[in-house]
């Protein structure tokens, strides 16, 4: 029989001190829900460990009672990963965000979940260093390993299960494992890195992360490009990709996120599909991918190039980018945002991106597209009001419309964001019977199915 | 109760054409061995499908009678991974051995596992594409992904796991399922790729691969660096590496094998500890970082430096290197074989590296060091007489002493080469708690133990 709320409590207390353990009504509420469109739901308690050890306990405490434990970041996810429907223990990491050490020879930084990556990036540019990896949100390292995150530079550095060398993972009866090494490279053992980076919680609660660093690069050159249409757009990233220019960085954003983007940034871009590219380097290098690239995009029906080298210009290009899904957000305040988040391969994004914008307007909603295209990974943001259902039922249509045509040409529903609930109804569809095994991993290391239960996989 | 040999036949006969299946004492001897120290051993039959049908014909019957199943490529391991040591039906996959399809757009190539990675490279060239992973043999790219395989271009392209974007696997039960897609990044479902790549035969049989290729660079160039001491040299790439400058290639060959390659190749190059480099990238840039790198070797007592840029001479340079193996064997006709592979954070190399010269020395041992010293790994390669027990028995010492050396410093036991059954001693002690995960994945996905037992876990 489940304890109750009052039990759970009193069990916690002991393992972990008052103020640690809360079932505060607004901590709560501040657990039940993340940025997306999905209903909010409350956890029963809400902790706050400080060390491993008290992860474990917390673990060991929940399999003996049998309760849910969902583990929490800051709550930035975009498919309700870490909403806990099933009720239970959240764990919240906020009191785990210390960097625990920085190998500069190594490339290498040891940190604690809570650590969020502008928080690392501020810390490692002492040293010459940064982490590459860069969702919109200011997210938690231990939350973009759980989501197996990514963002504008993995076409260059890799999403981030490419940056992680180590996790220390608490499994559901509390054994804590190491999944990897310091080594660069290993063919030791079943490689569990790559298992538990994407597995939102589902087999275990990340308490440390050894990751890959870079160092920053001699030179950085950006550059804002118009096009007449996304499809030219498209088809100069894809032009400039095999002539084997190396891109760090290739975003699209189309004319009506160019507008938001103008708006909430004060910006005065040209609004007109525009990718937003970056190339690393040493200069005399990149001054002849870049006479090169300009070559390319003339070809593509270019309207205007700007490039941009100085750091301040740099990082107003960046921010605009990176402030685009707030800037729908604060331009639609009584609307929540639904992202799609399909990912193809390059050959099959320009027709991908017509398809989704022919949807928006067959169905009549406001929308606007943005991508990291160098990996084919592209995102419609649309602002819905989740009290009509009339809209949702138009935008889930939408979602799946578009999911759909991605997987039909060999893509998959989720790029970047993760399945969480939102994109458990397509699990089937894209793996088929492999989804079979990874139910048959969950069940091996979670018998009991209390770690994050009902994410990913349905039960 | 298990079936006689001649049930077996009768039963394979009954799925497979008369020349698919096999008893030839000299096919089964064939496979009975891979290029290691390692005691052979004999399959009951060796079996050739042509087609994933068959694969998963043969894993049903296996299934149903309860006889293992050992995959075989080129039998190139280095661990003993192919030898079946609880005998049963070996499945030969070279009659899978075509290039499916080259998506020149999506830099995508889908192949049979029986290809082997000089076979793919040939097909393309024709395209402008080049296949990175490049380990010493002429392997199979099924069994280059089961050993999660590397080689000299790892430090710039990455390791077999990270070219993997789907397998197609026959699972022990017949069932074929696909761990990827086509996508360039996915955060869907748990990540089944990086679990099946470097799983050596264990939970399945590859029957297809879409790996990742890249278009041939604009320009290359190689180096040879020679320096007074290895350690020397190792502090010269460290230098390097955290200069910024992109190495494509970086392979240490201390003065022992230098001696060997100058006898096999037919080559004169000094004898000393010597860097082999490439580099990859546009003219200007590489001009640029080739002088920024001549500054830091002359720092680190570099004592020559010779530059290539036309083909030949890249061919013949990198030959030497490749051949060092081979000219080992063919320098110790009588001997076999046994080759340490560690793999250590960079910092900790170079004492690695001294430590197994002073330990080689202690135990009179012959032996040349050799490594992929951009990631942190190197190998000793000793030529052991398998008639003297006592030369076995201090090859080993020496193997142990160098495993645990790195291990003790976050390294790991094999960087390349995997565990089949010369590195399981080490499993243990470098996973802890977490081989329980690994064997609680194997005993999920292939119950009876059918799938090459007794390999990377001890059962």
Same mark, same amino acid.
């Given at each position: ?51 491993? %050890?008290?992860? /474990?306990?917390? *673990?060991? &405490?929940?399999?003996? =009672? ?6 929490? @970041?800051?709550? #930035? ?106 080594? %660069?490279?290993? /063919?030791?053992? *079943?490689? &569990?890195?790559?298992? =538990? ?6 087999? @275990?609660?990340? #308490? ?148 989704a914008r022919e949807e928006l307007n067959k169905l009549?909603l406001t929308g ?12 419609t ?17 939408f ?61």
């Amino acid at each position: 029989m489940l304890p109750t709320t009052e039990e759970l409590l009193i069990a916690l207390k002991g393992i972990l001190s008052q103020d640690q353990v809360s079932i505060n009504q607004t901590i709560l509420e501040q657990h039940s829900k993340d940025e997306s469109y999905h209903t909010p739901s409350l956890p029963d308690i809400v902790v706050f460990p400080a060390t491993t %050890e008290e992860v /474990s306990n917390i *673990l060991k &405490l929940a399999s003996g =009672f049998k309760v849910p434990v969902i583990p929490f @970041g800051r709550g #930035t996810s975009l498919e309700g990963h870490v909403i806990p429907y099933k009720k239970g223990i959240t764990i919240d990491f906020s009191l785990m965000n210390k960097v625990l050490e920085i190998r500069e020879q190594d490339f290498l930084v040891k940190v604690q979940p809570g650590v969020t990556r502008t928080q690392l990036n501020k810390e490692l540019k002492k040293y010459g260093l940064f982490f590459s990896v860069d969702p919109g949100a200011d997210a938690t390292l231990g939350g973009m390993a759980a989501t197996n995150a990514s963002g504008t530079t993995s076409v260059r550095y890799g999403v981030m299960r490419d940056q992680v060398r180590d996790l220390e993972v608490v499994l559901a009866d509390g054994t804590v494992i190491h999944t990897g090494s310091l080594a %660069e490279k290993s /063919s030791s053992g *079943l490689h &569990l890195n790559g298992l =538990f980076v994407g597995s939102e919680g589902t087999l @275990g609660c990340f #308490t440390e992360l050894t990751l890959r660093v870079y160092g920053i690069p001699e030179y950085i050159m950006a550059a804002r490009a118009s096009f007449p249409t996304v499809h030219d757009a498209v088809s100069a990233v894809v032009s400039i990709l095999s002539a084997g220019i190396p891109i760090a960085r290739v975003e699209l954003v189309d004319e009506q996120s160019m507008k938001q983007v103008n708006l909430f940034s004060d910006t005065d871009y040209q609004v007109k599909p525009t990718l937003f590219l970056e190339f690393h380097g040493n200069k005399a290098g990149l001054k002849q991918d870049v006479e090169f690239m300009k070559e390319i995009v003339a070809d593509c029906q270019c309207e205007g190039i700007e490039f941009e080298t100085d750091q301040a210009a740099l990082n107003r290009l960046w921010e605009a980018r990176h402030n685009l899904a707030y800037a729908y957000i604060h331009g639609y305040p009584d609307k929540k945002m639904m992202t799609t988040d399909v990912c193809l391969p390059i050959s099959e994004l320009a027709g991908a991106i017509e398809h989704a914008r022919e949807e928006l307007n067959k169905l009549g909603l406001t929308g606007g597209i943005v991508g990291h295209v160098g990996d084919g990974n592209f995102h419609t943001v649309l602002m819905i009001d989740t009290n009509n259902s009339e809209e949702i039922k138009k935008a889930e249509e939408f979602n799946e419309s578009i999911v759909l045509h991605a997987l039909e040409r060999g893509g998959t529903c989720t790029g970047e964001h993760g399945v969480g609930v939102g994109k458990q109804k397509y699990q089937e569809r894209e793996h088929g019977e492999a989804l079979k095994v990874m139910e048959k991993i969950k069940m091996a290391l979670d018998p009991e199915n209390l770690m994050n239960p009902n994410k990913i996989m349905k039960f």
